[in-house]
């Protein structure tokens, strides 16, 4: 098992373009949850997915979306890139065996908005 | 959600034990106590959780007071792997919104 693994490992973009991150889960995870983590912060929820459905949502604006595949994979979109985006973005999946709030966190993307 | 406090920083001897205490007084009566760690330039971690009870594992060991005010994580013989930001974060509802404070940054010395 790879464990949750996302991709790119990192990613430059400027002011106002758009960016897809992704996310593939632990094998037997059926739930998504993603996270922005600033410099020198801890990790900040953003929205998590079940069933291919957002269920819950942090304080983050519309320009944050995302998506859940059948296979459980994610993406992390993110539209109208501000600097204050630039970020390491986390994905976690979970599972009902082990409970939702055990959750297996994948290495990241490192984001840079110039 | 219940608020919790957790000192900025703590230095422990390797082989030594850390203890990593936190203060979530307003905790709710069905809201776990979970710890994560992060090592840098790595993803957080699952270390353990617990309600009342003490718990340990492979990784370390929970303690909660009996008041269920306050809790400390304890890694027996820190090694310089050790070294990690720790946090602690009430979790109730198995939702899996984990609420992330400014942990405590655990520094292993030789």
């Known amino acids: 098992d790879a464990g949750v693994t996302q991709s790119p490992t990192h990613l430059i973009k400027t002011r106002g373009q758009q960016v897809t991150l992704r996310c593939s889960p632990k094998s037997g995870h059926d739930t998504v949850s993603w996270y922005q983590q600033a410099l020198g912060q801890g990790p900040q929820f953003i929205f998590q997915y079940y069933e291919e459905e957002e269920r819950q949502r942090g304080n983050f604006p519309d320009r944050f979306s995302g998506h859940q595949f059948p296979n459980y994979s994610s993406e992390l979109n993110v539209n109208a890139l501000l600097l204050g985006d630039s970020a390491l973005y986390l994905c976690?999946?979970?599972?009902?065996?082990?409970?939702?709030?055990?959750?297996?966190f994948g290495p990241g993307t490192r984001l840079t908005v110039l | 959600d219940a608020k919790t406090t957790q000192p900025p920083s703590m230095d422990c001897a390797e082989g030594r034990a850390a203890n990593l205490p936190c203060n979530h007084s307003?905790?709710?009566?069905?809201?776990?106590v979970y710890w994560y760690r992060q090592i840098h330039s790595q993803g957080p971690q699952y270390i353990i959780h617990?309600?009342?009870n003490n718990e340990t594992n492979e990784m370390a060991s929970l303690i909660i007071t009996e008041d269920r005010k306050s809790s400390t994580l304890i890694l027996p013989h820190a090694t310089l792997r050790d070294t990690a930001v720790y946090y602690c974060?009430?979790?109730?509802?198995?939702?899996?919104?984990?609420?992330f404070g400014q942990g405590t940054t655990l520094q292993v010395k030789p």
């Open positions: 617990g309600l009342k």
């Open positions: 307003t905790i709710s009566g069905n809201e776990y």
């Open positions: 974060i009430p979790g109730g509802s198995n939702t899996g919104k984990l609420i």
């Open positions: 976690a999946s979970s599972g009902p065996r082990g409970g939702y709030n055990e959750q297996f």
